[in-house]
């Protein structure tokens, strides 16, 4: 069974930080761009970071450029995204995606695996 399986969330206070871990069942992930998107609640997932198959490229959304970094292990299976400086506004479930594709991209169409998602919550 093709699973992905996201750690790390939880209740945090503005300014803190988070690392969130996305392991997946499959060896052919690591041939693909991986990904994060959140939904915040009555709202529509978003793009937050993606990172090309071999780490070398990644792309982030406007609101979390220069807070959150996103990184990859092949060796492991797995993809990361370290949250620094959180905000109320970054509250949601976090989700990683697998790629049809080998290069970084936002585009929700693009990923075909998802994991089940993991809660933030940023308390002002």
């Known amino acids: 069974q093709v699973q992905l399986v996201e750690s790390g969330g939880g209740l945090v206070q503005t300014g803190d930080s988070l690392r969130l871990s996305c392991t997946g069942s499959?060896?052919?992930?690591?041939?693909?761009?991986k990904a994060w998107f959140r939904q915040a609640p009555g709202k529509e997932r978003e793009f937050v970071a993606s990172?090309?198959?071999?780490?070398?490229?990644?792309s982030y959304a406007d609101s979390v450029k220069d807070r959150f970094t996103i990184s990859r292990d092949n060796t492991k299976n797995t993809v990361n995204l370290r949250m620094n400086v959180l905000k109320p506004e970054d509250t949601g479930v976090y989700y990683c995606a697998v790629s049809k594709f080998y290069s970084s991209r936002d585009n929700i169409d693009d990923y075909d695996y998802w994991g089940q998602g993991t809660q933030v919550t940023v308390s002002s």
């Open positions: 990172i090309n198959w071999s780490g070398g490229t990644a």
């Open positions: 499959e060896r052919t992930f690591n041939n693909f761009a």
